[in-house]
């Protein structure tokens, strides 16, 4: 695991999330990275997130250039609702995600 990370110029001794998406119905890959990223920066977890993004060039570009202080700034500040619950935005979906954040969780303890 060591070798192939270090072959990707990922940072071995970090911890990981490898994030994706797809027919699941799991929702919005950008906002499934914000939650987390808002996550582990309030609860000091240092893990590096990775989003897998198919062809997606525009979610690309968006996550690249996108100015996480802000996203965190807002999340303090209730500016965006979503970063409370992405229940209230997806309430049919909210279950998988919070099962998502448990199991990141879990492994980050």
């Known amino acids: 695991q060591r070798s192939v ?4 110029g990922v940072d071995p001794d970090r911890r990981m999330v490898l ?5 699941e119905g799991v929702g919005s890959l950008s906002e ?25 060039e525009k979610l ?5 250039t996108r100015c996480w202080d802000t996203v965190l700034r807002e999340s303090h500040n209730g500016k965006k609702k979503k970063f409370s619950k992405l229940s209230f935005l997806m309430p049919r979906r ?7 954040l448990d199991k990141v969780h879990a492994v980050e303890k």
């Open 5 to 8: 990370r270090e072959g990707l």
């Open 60 to 64: 690309k570009n968006d996550l690249e």
């Open 32 to 56: 499934i990275v914000e939650e987390l990223y808002v996550k582990f920066r309030k609860e000091g977890v240092d893990a590096a997130v990775y989003v897998v993004c198919g062809r997606n």
């Open 19 to 23: 994030v994706m998406g797809g027919g």
């Open 94 to 100: 909210s279950k998988r995600i919070q099962q998502t």
